[in-house]
Antibody, heavy 129, light 108 residues
Framework: EVQLVGSGGGLVQPGRSLRLSCTAS??????????MSWFRQAPGKGLEWVGF??????????EYAASVKGRFSISRDDSKRSAYLQMNNLKTEDTAVYYC??????????????????WGQGILVTVSS | DIVLTQTPATLSLSPGERATLSCRAS??????LAWYQHKPGQAPRLLIY???NRATGIPARFSGSGSGTDFTLTISSLEPDDFAVYYC??????????FGGGTKVEIK
């Protein structure tokens, strides 16, 4: 079974940085074949896509939501079966539970069918002075 | 941007009852719609993809239907484990996935 385990959250002051990690386990899961997405859910709000990183076969490039572009960056280390979310210049409005998810973008023919089929358990990030 | 509207916001039902959740898109998404279950403190779980296909390991009591702009998730007989928040999601404006506001299925 595919499992994604997130880590790295905590309390951080505005303007500081934090890096979240997402590590995959489970047999029959070739981590390097998949894109990986990050989402967040602020208190009382819905799910918001933060960004994703494509597989190396598709250039390993990343795309970001407008709300985090220029402050957040996503990377991956396929040898460690891990994806990372580097968050810089954090703001109070970045307070949320963050989720990683396996993204089917690089294995489907029609990108509209690129659903998120496995998710991590959520990482709490609190930005406060 | 396509907006997904879920109704009702809250559904109060008893175990064993049938749950019918609705998701309406502001414009057609063809059949490219998914449903997720989310419980507090847990990872969201993909239930249905392409409007009507059950994801791996999802019980048969969960079913999805619809196309274009109107979609339905049905839970034929609620189990205690099914009380959760359910979200619909589309990604026709890739790479941005968007979600509905959610329907909370609570115990009556």
């Amino acid at each position: 079974e595919v499992q994604l385990v997130g880590s790295g959250g905590g309390l951080v002051q505005p303007g500081r940085s934090l890096r979240l990690s997402c590590t995959a386990s489970g047999s029959g899961f070739s981590f390097g074949d998949y894109a990986m997405s990050w989402f967040r859910q602020a208190p009382g709000k819905g799910l918001e896509w933060v960004g994703f990183i494509r597989s190396k076969a598709y250039g390993g490039t990343a795309e970001y939501a407008a709300s985090v572009k220029g402050r957040f960056s996503i990377s991956r280390d396929d040898s460690k079966r891990s994806a990372y979310l580097q968050m810089n210049n954090l703001k109070t409005e970045d307070t949320a539970v963050y989720y990683c998810a396996r993204d089917r973008t690089d294995i489907v023919v029609v990108v509209a069918a690129s659903y998120l089929d496995y998710w991590g358990q959520g990482i709490l990030v609190t930005v406060s002075s | 941007d396509i907006v997904l509207t879920q109704t009702p916001a809250t559904l109060s039902l008893s175990p064993g009852e049938r749950a019918t959740l609705s998701c309406r898109a502001s414009q057609s998404v063809s059949r490219y719609l998914a449903w997720y279950q989310h419980k507090p403190g847990q990872a969201p779980r993909l239930l249905i993809y392409d409007a009507s296909n059950r994801a791996t390991g999802i019980p048969a009591r969960f079913s999805g239907s619809g196309s274009g702009t109107d979609f339905t998730l049905t839970i034929s007989s609620l189990e205690p484990d099914d009380f959760a928040v359910y979200y619909c999601q589309q990604r026709t404006n890739w790479p941005l996935p968007t979600f509905g506001g959610g329907t909370k299925v609570e115990i009556k």
